[in-house]
């Protein structure tokens, strides 16, 4: 089955002057792997990426962004007609509520930065979504992943997430390795890994396409 998918991946920077920003580890490699892993399988892939050092995945449509707020809009722009959206993009959940103009200047001094929630993507685009579109989301935990993760799943009116720990040595931050825990509706579970983030990313995808299979032959 050619499906259309879109995949956001990497972080996202929030600016509080020009030149500094909060964000996170996360260096795109999963969301990077799953989209060459959709164009292997004969999909369409656009991938709406954050800052990340990683070279371009050979035949997708690439949308390099900065912050939440430029990831959500052109996410919003591209998932009319996808198929699949596959959310591994670890988006800032906060933001600076005001960002100078200029280059703060230091004065020895200490400084407080007033943050606030960056609205959530994902959510928003599963109020918008048709029937017919499956949604996934990342869950990255580093406590009791499951349960996190499926609360997630409800909450975030997704059709499939993918929990992993980020917790210690098990961490998936950066590294090439992941063990993802699938958590669907109607109680499914499917363990993938530890394994190369390549590797992983092929069974991801291979298990979307059969849940979309199921989906549309019921
Ligand atoms: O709540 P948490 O950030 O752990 O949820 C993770 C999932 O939600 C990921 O799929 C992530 O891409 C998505 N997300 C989002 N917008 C945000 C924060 C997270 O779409 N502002």
Redesign the pocket.
Known sequence: MSLRCLI?AGP?REFFDPVRFISNPSTGKMGFALAAAAKEAGWTVDLVAGPVSLPEPAGVMYYPVVT?AE??RQ?DALFGPCDVL????????WRPAKAAPQKLKKDGQGMTVALE?????????AEERRADQFL??????TEDVEA?ALD?LE??G?DL??ANSVAGAEGAFGSDDNKLILLGRNGFREVLGPAPKAVVARQLIDAIARLVAARAAS
């Open positions: 956001t996202t939440a990831m959500h996410a596959i959310m591994t993009a670890a988006v800032s959940d929630p960056v609205p959530d993507i994902v959510s928003a685009l996934v989301g990342f869950a990255a935990e996190n997630k909450r975030k997704l997430i993918a």
